[in-house]
């Protein structure tokens, strides 16, 4: 199993971005995807889920910020990112779990300037 975030990259407080989460390895359409983030010194936290059927979840973190989307066919997970803060800054990963065992991707760094 073999997870890749990427899209990560610095932007002024306000701005966008998006990460995406390539993942191969796994029968991907049933799985849930988790995307979690970690800012430094601080613990890794979830930033929020998406099921097999496609319904997300969310931190309040990121509630009415942050969308959450995923593309079967690329095997793809998204993470939509508006009106960053300063606190979103953080290295943010993908998860999935299969068989009782976590996979993580390697993390893609977001910097968000004030």
């Known amino acids: 199993v073999q997870l890749q975030a990427s899209g990560g990259g610095s932007v002024q407080a306000g701005g966008s971005l998006r990460l995406s989460c390539a993942a191969s390895?796994?029968?991907?359409?049933?799985?849930?995807i988790d995307w979690y983030r970690q800012a430094p010194g601080k613990q890794r936290e979830l930033v929020g889920s998406?099921?097999?059927?496609?319904?997300?979840n969310y931190a309040d973190s990121a509630k009415g910020r942050f969308t959450i989307s995923r593309d079967n066919a690329r095997r793809r997970v998204y993470l939509q990112m508006n009106s960053l803060k300063a606190e979103d800054t953080a290295a943010y990963y993908c998860?999935?779990?299969?068989?009782?065992?976590?996979?993580w991707g390697q993390g893609t760094l977001v910097t968000v300037s004030s």
């Open positions: 998406i099921s097999s059927g496609g319904s997300a």
């Open positions: 390895g796994i029968n991907f359409s049933i799985h849930t």
């Open positions: 998860k999935v779990v299969r068989a009782g065992r976590t996979f």
